[in-house]
């Protein structure tokens, strides 16, 4: 069983470009968290969705930033117009909020994002 | 979700235990223990939980206080690879759709 897979994991765009980060959750999992972490800080919410639906994108800044999680095919990050503070590691999680086991997250290794 | 408070940073001999603790006070009755860490630019990676009873697996140990307001993980026999941010975080049941949201974490260093 394949683990949250994330590509790329490295990401280099400049000023003014787009990124679209892309996270596979693990099998059977229905749930996608997205999290930034800019160099030497914690890990920063960015939205929830399930299949089909965002449920809480509270954490995405209003503008350039969207996520999507189709029914088929894997979750997307897009950041439009990218701007040098854009520059983290974007972490992908899923998880299959069934049961007691209800918070393991299981992470992908993350997707470097550097603009120039 | 309830709030978490960890002492930022704390260091602990190799081989030797090492007591990461977690308060969390505002914790609701259907909110579960979580424990993850993070190794320097990895994603991070599941631990243990805990409800009300202590656990333990082959990773750690997780002592849960009776009243449920703080927990400690126990890294029995620490090794220079335990070296991480441990972040400790309350979640609720399988019925609340919620956002997950991780706290500052304590950053462990374990010198050799």
């Known amino acids: 069983n394949a683990g949250v897979m994330q590509n790329p994991r490295h990401l280099v765009r400049r000023r003014g470009q787009e990124a679209r980060l892309r996270c596979s959750p693990m099998?059977?999992?229905?749930?996608v968290y997205w999290y930034r972490q800019l160099p030497e800080e914690g890990l920063k919410f960015m939205v929830y969705l399930q299949k089909e639906n965002i449920i809480d994108e509270s954490g995405m800044p209003k503008e350039r930033f969207s996520a999507e999680f189709p029914k088929e095919g894997p979750s997307i990050l897009r950041i439009q117009q990218v701007v040098r503070g854009d520059s983290a590691a974007y972490f992908c999680a899923s998880s299959q909020r069934t049961g007691t086991n209800t918070g393991e997250l299981f992470f992908g290794e993350g997707s470097r994002l550097t603009v120039l | 979700d309830a709030k978490t408070t960890q002492p930022p940073s704390m260091d602990c001999a190799e081989g030797r235990a090492a007591n990461l603790p977690c308060n969390h006070s505002?914790?609701?009755?259907?909110?579960?223990v979580y424990w993850y860490r993070q190794i320097h630019s990895q994603g991070p990676q599941y631990i243990i939980h805990?409800?009300?009873n202590n656990e333990t697996n082959e990773m750690a140990s997780l002592i849960i206080t009776e009243d449920r307001k703080s927990s400690t993980l126990i890294l029995p026999h620490a090794t220079l690879r335990d070296t991480a941010v441990y972040y400790c975080?309350?979640?609720?049941?399988?019925?609340?759709?919620?956002?997950?949201?991780f706290g500052s974490g304590t950053r462990l260093s374990i010198r050799p």
């Open positions: 505002t914790i609701s009755g259907n909110e579960y």
């Open positions: 099998k059977g999992h229905s749930h």
């Open positions: 805990g409800l009300k």
């Open positions: 975080l309350p979640l609720a049941g399988y019925s609340s759709a919620s956002k997950i949201i």
